[in-house]
């Protein structure tokens, strides 16, 4: 008789279980077709920014909220353009198959639950040289008949595609419709290759390789990336993009004009080459070099020259000199790298491989570090030469030694105006910066934009 009560008390236990667990599901699975429910969605539109045409965009998302007490069935999911703006969706795990209206049907949401959506665009070529704005709307249908939408939205720009290419002879790139490169655009030796009024788009691991000339005038090189890695942050901000430019020991005579290099692993790398004292092998005039995942301008046994240049914000060392001669006026070097305490200096020169001779005019050497700037004499046998005049150093006070240094604004970091406060912007939080003077600056008439 004990064990019958038992197993009878098992099975009216079991009983209440299952009925409970039923009702709970019923509860759980109750949809509504009530017209005045509603979804909300974390977007009312999807901005995917700027994007190149024929090239796949990053993956965008949002939310589709349910906030009601009842289950809402979609009867359908649509974009209202069908095939025809280029994007792709992905509702909840279902893809909009585009061979079939670019819709889906029957999709769930439960009460107080919630699904996302996932948007791709490949833009069709527009024909113009200019941005052309895509439009779209991802439409939800619910059983009640009620429809809702989210506008998907982008700027799609044409631009010329260069896959590995190899320049054997004089010629000129002049554009006004950007161009991307993938892989390195090569100069091949005795070859002159000039760049004007265009920019460069490379994409990840490209640069550019010269064994010949280089000659740029009022271009931009960076990286094609034109979305964002965070809503606040364009990739635009974020180092490393791109390899930069890599003069080889060939290499020599090349003139960079109002150039901006921004974003690559190294700026602008000069490898060793035969010592020239009377041919620049480097010219630089009203240039930006900015934020590099390694150096700034490194060069070994060249003759360079900088004027009104600004290398700004490196991981290596803004200016990087191997022996050589360099002349640099009216320049601004600001080291003010925000990833690594183990940024490098805003000027490193030493005699190795060869001789070192630097003249330094009118120019701004500061930083987040008390010194900046850092000068090692290696080889006893080769002559270490320098000379800075009229300039703002953040750098051991060496006010004493008249013959490398004279008429010095020496910083330190307890000036009332030091270091950032130089500048209008020097944002780190948002990866956003403008080197021009500061009114309250000390370093008046110095840099590059005095």
């Known amino acids: 008789m004990r064990i019958r009560f038992i197993n009878t008390m098992k099975r009216i236990f079991y009983l209440f279980l299952i009925l409970?667990?039923?009702?709970?599901?019923?509860?759980?699975?109750?949809?509504?077709?009530?017209?005045?429910?509603?979804?909300?969605?974390?977007?009312?539109t999807l901005n995917l920014d700027t994007v190149f045409s024929r090239v796949p965009t990053s993956t965008y998302s949002f939310w589709v909220h349910n906030r009601n007490n009842d289950g809402i069935r979609l009867e359908q999911v649509r974009l209202r353009r069908g095939n025809q703006s280029g994007y792709r969706v992905n509702v909840d795990g279902i893809y909009l198959d585009n061979a079939n209206g670019s819709q889906t049907n029957n999709i769930e949401i439960r009460k107080n639950d919630s699904i996302l959506v996932f948007v791709e665009l490949t833009a069709n070529e527009n024909k113009q040289s200019s941005p052309c704005l895509v439009l779209d709307d991802l439409v939800f249908l619910m059983e009640s008949g009620v429809e809702q939408k989210v506008c998907l939205q982008a700027w799609s720009w044409d631009a010329i595609k260069l896959y590995e290419p190899v320049i054997t002879k004089d010629s000129v790139i002049s554009s006004d419709i950007p161009m991307v490169v993938y892989g390195d655009?090569?100069?091949?030796?005795?070859?002159?290759?000039?760049?004007?009024?265009?920019?460069?788009?490379?994409?990840?691991?490209?640069?550019?390789?010269?064994?010949?000339?280089?000659?740029?005038?009022?271009?931009?090189?960076?990286?094609?990336?034109?979305?964002?890695?965070?809503?606040?942050?364009?990739?635009?901000?974020?180092?490393?993009?791109?390899?930069?430019i890599h003069f080889l020991a060939s290499s020599t005579g090349n003139e960079l004009i109002q150039t901006e290099i921004r974003n690559p692993q190294n700026g602008i790398l000069c490898d060793s080459a035969s010592m020239d004292s009377t041919h620049y092998r480097l010219l630089m005039q009203k240039c930006i070099v900015h934020?590099?995942?390694?150096?700034?301008?490194?060069?070994?046994?060249?003759?360079?020259?900088?004027?009104?240049?600004?290398?700004?914000?490196?991981?290596?060392?803004?200016?990087?000199?191997?022996?050589?001669?360099?002349?640099?006026?009216?320049?601004?070097?600001?080291?003010?790298?925000?990833?690594?305490?183990?940024?490098?200096?805003?000027?490193?020169?030493?005699?190795?491989?060869?001789?070192v001779d630097i003249v330094c005019d009118g120019t701004i050497m500061t930083?987040?570090?008390?010194?900046?700037?850092?000068?090692?004499?290696?080889?006893?046998?080769?002559?270490?030469?320098?000379?800075?005049?009229?300039?703002?150093?953040?750098?051991?006070?060496?006010?004493?030694?008249?013959?490398?240094?004279?008429?010095?604004?020496?910083?330190?970091?307890?000036?009332?105006?030091?270091?950032?406060?130089?500048?209008?912007?020097?944002?780190?939080?948002?990866?956003?910066?403008?080197?021009?003077?500061?009114?309250l600056s000390t370093a008046k008439g110095l840099g590059c934009y005095r």
């Not at 409970?20 to 509504?32: K, R």
């Not at 200016?319 to 000027?347: D, H, M, V, W």
């Not at 270490?384 to 008249?402: G, K, M, P, Q, V």
Request: glycine fraction near 6%; charged fraction near 20%.
């Open 20 to 44: 409970a667990l039923c009702i709970a599901c019923q509860d759980d699975d109750s949809f509504s077709t009530s017209n005045s429910l509603k979804l909300d969605f974390s977007v009312d």
């Open 185 to 244: 655009l090569t100069v091949s030796e005795g070859a002159t290759l000039t760049i004007r009024n265009t920019t460069l788009y490379f994409h990840e691991d490209s640069g550019i390789e010269v064994a010949g000339r280089l000659l740029t005038e009022n271009c931009v090189f960076r990286g094609d990336r034109l979305d964002r890695m965070f809503s606040y942050l364009p990739y635009d901000r974020v180092c490393g993009q791109w390899e930069g």
């Open 291 to 355: 934020n590099c995942q390694g150096m700034g301008v490194q060069a070994s046994s060249s003759y360079i020259r900088l004027v009104d240049c600004q290398l700004t914000n490196t991981l290596g060392h803004c200016l990087y000199l191997l022996g050589g001669k360099a002349e640099i006026s009216y320049c601004t070097l600001a080291q003010f790298y925000p990833f690594s305490a183990n940024r490098g200096a805003a000027l490193y020169f030493t005699n190795l491989p060869t001789a």
């Open 367 to 439: 930083g987040y570090e008390d010194d900046v700037i850092q000068g090692v004499n290696i080889n006893e046998s080769v002559p270490f030469n320098y000379s800075f005049e009229n300039c703002l150093l953040r750098t051991i006070n060496e006010s004493a030694d008249s013959v490398h240094f004279q008429r010095i604004i020496w910083e330190t970091p307890e000036d009332s105006i030091q270091g950032k406060k130089h500048f209008i912007k020097i944002d780190e939080d948002n990866l956003d910066y403008d080197f021009h003077l500061d009114s």
